[in-house]
T-cell receptor, first 116, second 114 residues
Framework: AQKVTQAQTEISVVEKEDVTLDCVYE???????LFWYKQPPSGELVFLIR??????QNEISGRYSWNFQKSTSSFNFTITASQVVDSAVYFC?????????????FGQGTRLTINP | ETGVTQTPRHLVMGMTNKKSLKCEQH?????MYWYKQSAKKPLELMFV???????ENNSVPSRFSPECPNSSHLFLHLHTLQPEDSALYLC?????????????FGPGTRLTVT
């Protein structure tokens, strides 16, 4: 069985602070993909990043960075110099590497509020 | 806009009603998904269709009935729902050939069962 845990239900910070969203996963699969999605108030989830279980390199995209550590089954997401527009619910998700459509398992989500 | 549309955006229905949710994607994808998002549970995968064939039914009660007439359209037919079925229902699509492709989500239908 697969499980994704986002222990932080809600985080509130002041604009320009750095913030890290935690994600811990469990899977018996040796190969898998990890994802982060953002859900703004409008409702639709927006894809942020995909990470292959073979690739433990950290990734940076502008103010966003991701730290994948297979040894601790974690895939944490950091926003540097946060902005009000970053306010949203963020989801971490996992799928095995298979042919065909995904079978995503989502974490509970972390509601991030950036205060001006 | 992600290229995935859902109608209606809001729906209130009684427990004896029959209604349908519609999802349409304009991205040329082959896989389509229904998710349920309620306040107390994480996003739950309900159904998956790939190349119009149902490949996943995540133990969903029979009062929810999906239909996928072609790769661009996905419906969720609802009948004799319960108040606990009130939730945001999200549709998504992706390339269907492999699980590496990210999903594109619609804005959801906010369903209230009275």
């Amino acid at each position: 069985a697969q499980k994704v845990t986002q222990a932080q239900t809600e985080i509130s910070v002041v604009e320009k602070e750095d913030v890290t969203l935690d994600c811990v996963y469990e899977t018996r699969d040796t190969t898998y993909y990890l994802f982060w999605y953002k859900q703004p108030p409008s409702g639709e989830l927006v894809f942020l990043i995909r990470r292959n279980s073979f690739d433990e390199q950290n990734e940076i995209s502008g103010r966003y960075s991701w730290n994948f550590q297979k040894s601790t089954s974690s895939f944490n997401f950091t926003i540097t110099a946060s902005q009000v527009v970053d306010s949203a619910v963020y989801f971490c998700a996992l799928t095995p590497i298979i042919q065909g459509a995904q079978k995503l398992v989502f974490g509970q989500g972390t509601r991030l509020t950036i205060n001006p | 806009e992600t290229g995935v549309t859902q109608t209606p955006r809001h729906l209130v229905m009684g427990m004896t009603n029959k209604k349908s949710l519609k999802c349409e994607q304009h991205l040329g994808h082959n896989a389509m998904y229904w998710y349920k998002q309620s306040a107390k549970k994480p996003l739950e995968l309900m159904f998956v269709y790939n190349f119009k064939e149902q490949t996943e039914n995540n133990s969903v009660p029979s009062r929810f009935s999906p239909e996928c007439p072609n790769s661009s359209h996905l419906f969720l037919h609802l009948h004799t729902l319960q108040p606990e079925d009130s939730a945001l229902y999200l549709c998504a699509s992706s390339q269907g050939q492999a699980s590496s492709y990210e999903q594109y989500f619609g804005p959801g239908t906010r369903l209230t069962v009275t």
